[in-house]
């Protein structure tokens, strides 16, 4: 069965910090993974996804996330984080066959203090 | 436009009330989805309609009913609630044919209270 981990529940930076949060994710077969955040107040949109190629993939913000097949890991970085990074970041995946269902991981509660 | 939105953003009912969450969408999109997500918690998949039918039911209680009546609207009928039902009731949508690479838009969500 598909199962999504996130490492972190709960991460406190200060502005400027460097980010990585992990995400490690259980399929047997070809997967696409995504990076969904959820700023305070707002619904949930994409950061960014992988589902071929490049394994090192960019997004919006100036976040990136690396996907590592051997480690069954798409963790997510940015470099310098902002006030406005404050929110929940869930990774999710979704097997290449099974039609539409996506798992999503527990989620990581980002929090950057200005 | 690439919005989903649902209606209403807050509903408090009772346990014998029906009611019914509103879900719409004008991007083209042929899959439909309802999650349910309790505070704290990731989204949790309810039920899934691809070209209008029904693709993915995950094992919902009968009183949770969906409809598609067309590409655009999806709708999620409420009858005989429980107290723990409580929860954030998200719609998102994807482009059809399933195509796994494809992301979910997410509308706003439902707050249900059920009293």
């Known amino acids: 069965a598909q199962s999504v981990s996130q490492h972190n529940h709960h991460v406190i930076l200060s502005e400027a910090a460097s980010l990585e949060l992990g995400c490690n994710y259980s399929y047997g077969g070809t997967v696409n993974l995504f990076w969904y955040v959820q700023y305070p107040g707002q619904h949930l949109q994409l950061l960014l996804k992988?589902?071929?190629?490049?394994?090192l993939v960019k997004g919006i913000k100036g976040f990136e996330a690396e996907f590592i097949k051997s480690k069954f890991s798409f963790n997510l970085r940015k470099p310098s984080v902002q006030w406005s990074d404050t929110a929940e970041y869930f990774c999710?995946?979704?097997?290449?066959?099974?039609?539409?269902?996506?798992?999503f991981g527990a989620g990581t509660r980002l929090f950057v203090k200005a | 436009d690439t919005e989903v939105t649902q209606t209403p953003k807050h509903l408090v009912m009772g346990m014998t009330n029906k009611k019914s969450l509103k879900c719409e969408q004008h991007m083209g999109h042929r899959a439909m989805y309802w999650y349910k997500q309790k505070a704290k918690k990731p989204p949790e998949l309810m039920f899934v309609y691809s070209y209008e039918k029904l693709s993915i039911n995950e094992s919902v209680p009968s009183r949770f009913s969906p409809e598609c009546p067309n590409s655009s609207l999806l709708n999620l009928h409420l009858h005989a609630l429980q107290p723990e039902d409580s929860a954030l009731y998200l719609c998102?949508?994807?482009?059809?044919?399933?195509?796994?690479?494809?992301?979910?838009?997410f509308g706003p969500g439902t707050r249900l209270t059920v009293l």
């Open positions: 992988y589902f071929s190629g490049d394994p």
């Open positions: 998102a949508s994807s482009q059809g044919g399933g195509a796994p690479y494809n992301e979910q838009f």
């Open positions: 999710a995946v979704k097997g290449n066959t099974g039609g539409f269902k996506t798992i």
